[in-house]
């Protein structure tokens, strides 16, 4: 069975839907991510990385701060691709910078 019948798992699903951010893939997202379960947990990954703490000392920089982002994803989510890891740390940063 080939995966793409499958459909997309979280890792793929996070990277469609942050795609074109901070443009919008919504239409797409939601063709290919027709699980609202997936849909959920992609949702719900998004809002999680955003309340991760982060150290703001006066010498971090933007991409310090990803680095840190990026490392507590994959500590909680070790399942993640690095792409999708990646995706979430740019997030992230875009939102805070």
């Known amino acids: ?7 997309p798992d979280l890792s793929e699903a996070v990277a469609l839907f942050l795609k074109r951010y901070p443009g919008k893939n919504d239409d797409e997202f939601r ?11 992609v949702r719900s990954l998004l809002d999680e990385t955003m309340t991760i703490q ?8 933007l991409p310090d701060i990803g680095d840190e982002v990026r490392d507590v994803v994959r500590q909680r ?3 993640l691709s ?3 890891v990646d995706n979430l740390a740019s997030y992230f940063t875009y939102l805070v910078k």
């Open 1 to 7: 069975m080939c995966s793409e019948a499958a459909g």
């Open 31 to 41: 063709s290919r991510v027709t699980d609202p379960a997936l849909q959920e947990a």
């Open 54 to 61: 982060v150290d703001w000392d006066v010498r971090t920089t």
């Open 77 to 79: 989510h070790p399942d």
């Open 82 to 84: 690095d792409a999708a």
